[in-house]
Each structure stands twice: as C-alpha cells, then as structure tokens.
C-alpha cells in the first residue's frame, strides 16, 4: 500500500466535506485523546507543526484519577507534550461523516520522541524487526459485550442466552452490526466478518491484517468506532475483559507473522510445523509470556480470564490448530497465511504495548536463537504437564513484568510509569474486591464503560 501524504489525506477531506480533523493519540490504556481541530486550520498549521496536549494523558487511568507519578507531576508543572500528525494514518471517519482523524507522534519538552506514549514503545520495536531484516504482519480480534443499561445504571448484556455464529437469532441486532462493520470499513479497516461470540451478546468483528503499527491503530479505532455505534443504536459497547463472572471473557487475539525482503510471508515454507524462523519467534514469545500477561491485562479485571476451560489459555505453552494454548501456531504447507496466534491478553489492552511487547519477545527469540519447546497436543487445561503456569491475577503480572528483560526491552522510563499505573489499579482493586473468583459491582462500575 502506498503511503498517504499529507496532501494526498487534504484531497480526501475535500472530496469528503470534511470539516473537523481529528488530531489524536492513544494513552497508556489506548484511549483515544486529542484535539478537534477545523479542516482549513488543521491543513494551514497543525499538520506541520501539531498540537498540544497535557503529559498527564500517559498516567490517566480508565477513570483520569491522576496517580502520584515520578515525572509527571505537580512539581513540573505537569507539562505540554507536542503532538504532531503523521499524515500516512490519516483516515475518514464515515460513522460521523464531515470528520477525518489523525494519529500522531508525541515529543516531549526536549524534541525527542516522548518515552511515555504508547506510539513511541511500538515505533521502537518495529525499528528493531527492520534491523533484523523483518516487516511484523500483524491481525488483532477483539472481542466484545453487547450491553443495555437500565435506569438504575447496571448493565445487562443485550441477550438473555448463547447462540454463538448464529445467522438466524438476535437479527433486531443486525442493524448495529451493519452499522459497526460499515463504520469500521468506513475508516480503512478491511472487514472480513463478524459472528456472535460464545457468550450472551458478545460480539467478534474480524478484520484483516496489517503492518504492525496500522494493525495497531485499526484496533484503537475499532474500540472507539464500535462503542460509538452502539451508543447510537441505544446500546453500549465493552471492552472490560470478564465483565460477568459466569460468562465468557473477551480476548484481544493477536495473529503475527513476518515478510521478507521481498514481502514474501517468511513462515510460508514451513512445514506441518513452524520453521526455524517462526521456531524462535514463537519461542521469544514463549520465553517472554509471563511479563507480556501485565501488556495483555492491565488492570484487576483482565487476569480474571485465565481460568482452565474458558478458551482463554493458562499455561506457556504452544500448539498447532489447538484453541487451549497460548501460541496457537496456523501452518501449512507453503501458505502465505502461516502464523501465530498469542491468546492471552484480554480486550482492554492497549494494542500499541502488547504488539509492541510481542514484537519485542519475537525479536528476542530470533536475535538469541531460542529454541521452541515440545509442541502441546490435546486439551491443555486438563493436562498442562510441566508448562509454566500464567499468574491469575494482577499482582502475579506486576510482578512478572517488573524488573523483567521485557520491562528493560520497552524501555526503563516507560516501564517503571507502567507499574506505577498498575500498582495503583492493584491498590484499589485489593480494597474493593479482594475475592479473586468473583466480578463485583465495583469492579463494572469502575471499567464496563471505560474500557
Ligand atoms: N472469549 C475467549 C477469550 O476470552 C476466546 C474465544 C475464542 O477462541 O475466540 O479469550
Ligand atoms: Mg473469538
């Protein structure tokens, strides 16, 4: 795909009415901020020289409570970061026609690209795989719950049962879901289909893949995109990994494989089983699982999902066509289609840090020449033999990151801001619901909607 300039994006504003851009980044839980800038502004000055944005953005959490933070604080002065367009990821937002968005990079007081925004973790990593000679392709799957609200504020998922792919129950939803999907194809997502997912109005939508830092944004918009739909048709959407104790959690699948020089997919020639480069990409992956568990759950919700029989994985492990490991390998025979696929971070991730992290495991294992440990064969709930265990809760992923070669790989100054962040979600959580098998209402007040 070629790359769209910044005047190449200005025509397709014109052509599309276009009369707000929208300038914007994601913060540390990928929420999206930024500014709304008229399209004659935004083309005269802040597609060269950007905008500003308060550095609290990198330590709100899901509820903007500020935390008590080593950088960014009172003391200085809580400064502006500048945040400057990059006119390649410029998109046309069809759900709101007239409006068009931007991501942009961030910089900090001193012109370098600035530690603590998420963009700039993935950047760093995608420059790493480009140092080795490899371009990540990469597919996210978020998984999400269909929500009504009743006047006393709970939240009940649209569906009263499971019907999971079904084409024939639930069509008073189909009209949110045409509208979901058009949306997303709408802002450059290249939508392949969506289904009802194996919990009561849960939803996947696929979409197909992407360099790694277009998947990225696709999955952050996807986020916003649907939860704006659904608000219109008088639904709301969640991300909230296990919003209800009984049911199913939502995953944030994410598919990676690598091109060539030629572009060619370097895990085609694999074999019935991966290569020797996918051996020690999915081997870095492996080695590097427990730490990427706190990119794949942030918060106290997120680790609720790894518990034996939920499709959610919960050991280190790694297979073929096998939906109970955590690196679900897809290879056949000289397909361009060979992949892995990680199953352990829950929906609320920020897809910039956990590719970031993925990236970084991966480059990790081709870089040391890791070698793939035996293949898990069956149901790996019931028997996961000697494979590590994944931590259960937040706690268990704190601990795993901090300090950890992935903490040092994303860099000392955001990982160290990272674990203050979740210290903090771990802190609250343990006043407010220290039963570890059970959601509670804190727990959805706090994340139904903000995440
Ligand atoms: N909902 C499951 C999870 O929490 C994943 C189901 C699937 O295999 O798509 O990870
Ligand atoms: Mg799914």
């Not at 929420?31 to 502004?41: A, Q």
């Not at 990469?138 to 609200?149: D, I, K, M, S």
């Not at 030629?262 to 590097?288: C, K, Q, T, Y």
């Not at 706690?395 to 210290?423: H, P």
Request: glycine share 8%.
């Amino acid at each position: 795909m070629t790359e769209l300039t910044s005047e190449a994006f200005r025509s397709l504003c014109e052509e599309a009415a276009v009369h707000t851009v929208e300038v914007a980044i994601a913060d540390t839980y990928a929420h999206l901020r930024g500014k709304r800038v008229p399209v004659g502004r935004y083309f005269d000055e802040v597609a060269d020289s950007g905008a500003s944005i308060a550095d609290a953005v990198f330590i709100l959490n899901v509820r903007d409570e500020l935390i008590d933070h080593e950088t960014v604080n009172m003391e200085n002065g809580f400064l502006d970061t500048r945040i400057v367009p990059d006119p390649a990821t410029g998109r046309l937002l069809s759900h709101r026609p007239g409006y068009a968005l931007v991501f942009c990079d961030c910089f900090d007081e001193h012109g370098a690209l600035q530690e603590l925004a998420s963009r700039s973790v993935l950047t760093a990593q995608v420059e790493r795989c480009r140092a080795l000679g490899v371009d990540p392709l990469v597919a996210t799957e978020p998984e999400f719950y269909l929500c009504t609200v009743a006047d006393d504020g709970v939240w009940q998922p649209v569906r009263p049962h499971i019907k999971y792919s079904s084409l024939t129950d639930a069509p008073d939803l189909e009209a949110a879901l045409a509208d979901m999907r058009a949306g997303l194809a709408g802002a450059g997502l290249n939508v392949e289909s969506s289904n009802q997912e194996y919990g009561p109005g849960q939803i996947e939508i696929n979409h197909g893949p992407a360099a790694a830092m277009r998947a990225a944004e696709d999955c952050i918009l996807y986020c916003s995109i649907v939860k704006q739909v659904a608000e219109r048709h008088g639904m709301r959407a969640t991300f909230m990994p296990k919003p209800f104790t009984e049911e199913s959690g939502s995953g944030l699948h994410v598919h990676t494989s690598l091109r060539g020089d030629d572009g060619a997919n370097a895990f085609a020639d694999s074999d019935g089983s991966p290569n020797e480069l996918m051996s020690r990409w999915v081997a870095g992956i492996l080695e590097h699982a427990p730490a990427l568990s706190l990119l794949g759950a942030p918060t106290a919700n997120g680790p609720r999902r790894i518990r034996p029989y939920t499709f959610a994985p919960t050991h280190v492990h790694w297979g073929l066509d096998n939906r109970t490991v955590l690196a679900r390998c897809i290879v056949e025979a000289g397909s361009a289609a060979n992949r892995v696929e990680f199953r352990s971070a829950g929906a609320d991730a920020n897809p910039y840090l956990l590719i970031a992290g993925l990236l970084a495991a991966g480059c990790d294992g081709i870089e040391r020449s890791l070698e793939l440990p035996p293949m898990a064969v069956g149901d790996m709930y019931g028997e996961p033999g000697d494979c590590a265990p994944l931590a259960t809760d937040l706690s268990g992923n704190i601990d795993a990151f901090e300090g950890s070669a992935m903490a040092s790989m994303l860099g000392d100054g955001f990982s160290r801001s990272y674990v203050s962040l979740a210290r903090e979600e771990e802190r609250l959580a343990a006043e407010n619901n220290p039963d570890p098998d059970e959601v509670n209402d804190w727990e959805r007040a706090r994340y139904l909607e903000f995440s």
